[in-house]
């Protein structure tokens, strides 16, 4: 199955999944959907880039102009459902927007999924204007605390394989990947969330939400142990994110 296939298929499956995981991540009172929007202007023309069921729409200030855009059909009908708009279904690396429309591209959890990322980045750049931003948060591997690296290492252990995405290489080198698209990195910050496991409900959500092709299920129950032990030792599972910023050429 390529990667694109499963990522539908995924999404098709669990739709909303991503939003119902980190509206429950915290560091401060603060989740990483209202981390991704304290960084945005507070207006101008957004567009939410991987939307997902649009959970953005609510984060954003209320003078920006909004415009959710992913390509699951699923993940678009929940956020219909939840009364975001406006919605287009479109792939990342092929937008049907006109060029230099947009003030600020936002992208939560979404750029290391994206392929081939210097096609999409290369369409992000397109549609901002000159001087628009780039907004994104991504998976990161730290700040950890020192006990999180047990928690974390239970969870690999069990899975028997790391969690990777298909743009981990592309994206340690931020400024360059960026850079050949037009677009000059500004700052990139991180910080550590963290998820509250409540019982084995929360156990199961956080292993579902991973996105993990060819899991075998042998190595879904393991992991699934693993983590409702976490969550009977009452520990917040770790989960550390990158934020940057950049500007359109």
Request: charged residues 20%.
């Amino acid at each position: 199955m390529t990667w694109d296939a499963y990522l539908d298929a995924f999404h098709r499956q669990h739709p909303g999944i991503t939003e119902a995981l980190l509206t429950r991540a915290h560091n401060a009172g603060t989740n990483p959907y209202q981390w991704l929007a304290d960084a945005a202007p507070a207006q101008g023309q957004v567009l939410d880039l991987g939307c997902g069921n649009a959970p953005m729409r609510t984060a954003l200030p209320t003078a920006a102009r909004y415009l959710g855009v992913d390509r699951s059909p699923n993940e678009l009908a929940a956020a219909q459902a939840g009364r975001a708009a406006p919605l287009l279904r479109a792939d990342a690396t092929s937008l049907p927007i006109a060029a230099s429309s947009i003030d600020t591209v936002i992208c939560s959890m979404a750029l290391m999924l994206l392929t081939p990322l210097p096609r999409a980045l290369t369409e992000i750049h397109r549609v901002l204007r000159p001087g628009g931003l780039l907004i994104a948060t991504l998976p990161a591997s730290g700040p950890l605390h020192p006990h999180d690296f047990l928690t974390v290492g239970a969870l690999l252990l069990a899975l028997r394989r790391p969690l990777r995405y298909p743009n981990d290489d592309a994206l340690r080198t931020v400024p360059a990947v960026l850079e050949a698209a037009g677009l000059d990195l500004l700052i990139e910050e991180r910080r550590r969330f963290t998820l509250p496991l409540t019982g084995p409900a929360d156990a199961q959500l956080l292993l579902d939400s991973l996105y993990l092709p060819a899991l075998t299920p042998a190595g879904h129950r393991r992991a699934l142990r693993t983590l409702r032990s976490v969550a009977a030792a009452g520990i917040e599972f770790p989960i550390p994110l990158k934020r940057f910023t950049a500007r359109a050429r």
